[in-house]
């Protein structure tokens, strides 16, 4: 199992940022996927999740209104549309498999300063 984050980057507050997740080595249609954020010097946080065919969308409270999760199946990746970021949304970014985020990749920085 391989998942690749990417789009992360320095942003001002009120910018926007996709980041983007590349899955291989499983069917990724068949799995509900996740994005996860850790801000420094905190816990992992799960921000939203998708089902497998796209019908079902959950969002962290924090975020609604603010993110949108989507999936392409026909190419394994996994989207995350963020706008009007604020400074507490700045963290590393997960996509993960699982509902506890233990099969996760490596993370994208999103900084949101001015």
């Known amino acids: 199992v391989q998942l690749q984050a990417s789009g992360g980057g320095l942003v001002q507050p009120g910018g926007s940022l996709r980041l983007s997740c590349a899955a291989s080595?499983?069917?990724?249609?068949?799995?509900?996927m996740y994005w996860f954020r850790q801000a420094p010097g905190k816990g992992l946080e799960r921000v939203a999740l998708i089902s497998g065919g796209s019908l079902r969308t959950e969002y962290v409270e924090s975020v609604k209104g603010r993110f949108a999760i989507s999936r392409d199946n026909a190419k394994s990746t996994l989207y995350l549309q963020m706008n009007s970021l604020k400074p507490e949304d700045t963290a590393h970014y997960y996509c993960a498999r699982d509902s506890a985020g233990r099969v996760r990749g490596q993370g994208t920085l999103v900084t949101v300063s001015s």
């Open positions: 080595g499983f069917a990724f249609r068949n799995y509900v």
